[in-house]
């Protein structure tokens, strides 16, 4: 992984093998980031993603290996008691074109990822809701 940081702005290069979610917290612990976005697109071979079942409360998710394209990356990095904590949905598209898509917790890097961080001042927590299942912003 290779990235610069331009003002409110971190662009990333991640490289074949890498996985996303971890290089973003390694970056967001580096530059002592505690509110961003995640945008960004690239190619997987990788990838667990799923939903969320509100009525379990719990997240069903799959996992996919081959050829996807990122063709969206979206998401939030806040932090949990203190670390970073990421919120990540992904689309990713097979050669035929058929797309699928979630909440992404993990992908691994194929060919390339090109990812946007956009930094934003101030801080934005977690905070485990019991009655939805999940943690929610929690505007300390």
């Known amino acids: 992984m290779e990235y610069r940081r331009f003002d409110d702005t971190i662009v990333l290069r991640l490289d074949p093998g890498e996985e996303i979610c971890a290089e973003l917290i390694r970056v967001a612990e580096k530059e002592e980031i505690h509110l961003a976005s995640v945008s960004g697109i690239g190619a997987v071979n990788k990838i667990r993603i799923g939903a969320f079942d509100t009525e379990k409360k719990e997240f069903c998710g799959n996992q996919f290996e081959g050829c996807f394209e990122i063709v969206s ?6 932090t949990k008691e203190g670390e970073p904590y990421l919120h990540l949905h992904m689309s990713v598209g097979d050669p035929s074109g058929k797309v699928i898509g979630g909440h992404m917790s993990s992908a ?15 801080r934005v927590g977690r905070q485990f809701s019991d009655e939805i299942g999940l943690n929610l912003f929690d505007f300390m």
């Open 73 to 78: 990356l979206a998401g939030t990095l806040t």
């Open 108 to 122: 691994v890097v194929s060919a390339t990822a090109e990812i946007i961080l956009r930094v934003i001042g101030g």
